[in-house]
């Protein structure tokens, strides 16, 4: 279904609560009690690492709001990001393709490298408008939605009031975006937005208490440059374990202040009376850049398809839906929450081309949830040194193809790894196992030729 098709036909099946009771067919409402779908608050980290949460293991960083989240939730042990770097992992998220689907394959506006053995494909510069986004998906069904924060799906961060390729164009009612700081910014002044972004959080949550609403809050933090106030800093400097290579003081001060800030949006939700019938999920863009702090026990970072470049952490709080204390090692990503929330709101029909699946079952913790594989396109050299290849994750095992097996003096096109097994891929499995990894490949390659890959 086209773009046109599909807004033309949600609009024709009403807005609002009222109109949802009443949708023949193409969409059919598990309303809350009080007769109203589900709000949804999703809150995405730059650049934060899997291992940058303490409900997942880590004793260095706090994350007591994050946390809160995964214990009256579910936490993901096994969630990845569209992409290695941010826009197309964004791009993914928000429209359900996959980033090699959409010719948006690096961070907008990328580089070309001289030195570079192969050449990268030209990408298109800003999210197409043809695409769908999670906002223009609701939209017809009577929810407000903003974007705070971070886009980075346009040409530049130059935001101008009604540009197109902004968010105003894709569908969110409220646009307030904003970028990473430079060097020269204060750190004492909130110099990632966090409060700035917050406070407008608040006001979206104000204005529209009384409907269904989607916020978008996509944090800069924890990504370069990293920066926080130095008493903060200085709290981590002397905390046991400051000096290992897993952790990272200026970072974990900087999450920190993230955290405290998703608190103030979780205690409005309290004070709205809107916890049981809103749908928080946080999440991360990309992993964590591993020249700050090491992934352990991933390897690689940021712009790798190693894991510590693509697993990021991912908590979904639901109350009702999800059992509190919940866990699942399924394999999901983040082109799923497109067509998560479409069942949730029983919208049968779905763009042409979605690509992710459905996560609703985990979360209800009922009916039957199996997966195909999933892959990566990462056609790109990056300023941080790292290689353009291609990934399949199918059951245990994982792919990497190296496009240029010369970069790090790579012995083989492809390597392969149970990642089940050997989470921080050390033992590279494809010559002991031909056969599975030709499998593997295979599909990679047929895979890319269905999307249309560059």
Known sequence: MERRE?????????????????LPGMVRTSLAKNGTPPNIVFILADDMGWNQTSYIGSDFYETP?????????????QAYAPAPTCSPSRAGILTGKYPARLHLTEYIPGDQYPWAKLKCPKMVDRLPLEEITIAEMLKPLGYKSAM??????NTDKFYQPGRVGDAGSQGFDVDHPNDKPEPTDDPTNDAHHAIENTNEALKFIDSNKDQPFFLYLAHTIPHRPIMEH??????????EGADKLINNPIIAAMIERMDTQIGRVLKRLDEYKLRENTIVIFSSDNGGY????????????KSMLYEGGIRVPLAIRWPGVIKPGSKSDAIVTG????PTFAEMLGIKSLPENVDGKSILPLLKQSGEFSRDAIYWHYPHYHSFGYMPGGAIREGKYKLIEFYDKSFFNQPNSVALYDVENDIGETKEL???????T?????????WRKKVNAQ
């Not at 130095?230 to 905390?239: G, H, M, N, R, V």
């Not at 591993?290 to 970072?301: E, F, H, I």
């Open 430 to 436: 494809s010559d002991q196992m031909p056969e599975k």
């Open 6 to 22: 599909f807004i033309t036909k949600l609009g024709q099946l009403g807005i609002g609560a009222a109109g949802l009771s009443m």
């Open 230 to 239: 130095p008493d903060l800093i200085y709290k981590y400097q002397i905390k």
């Open 65 to 77: 709001n994050i946390d809160s989240i995964a214990r009256e939730g579910i936490y993901f042990t």
């Open 290 to 301: 591993d020249k700050l702090q090491a992934q352990d026990p991933l390897r690689g970072g």
């Open 335 to 338: 082109t799923d929450f497109f």
């Open 438 to 446: 030709k499998e593997l490949w295979d599909k990679l390659k047929a």
């Open 148 to 153: 705070i924060g971070k886009w980075h799906l």
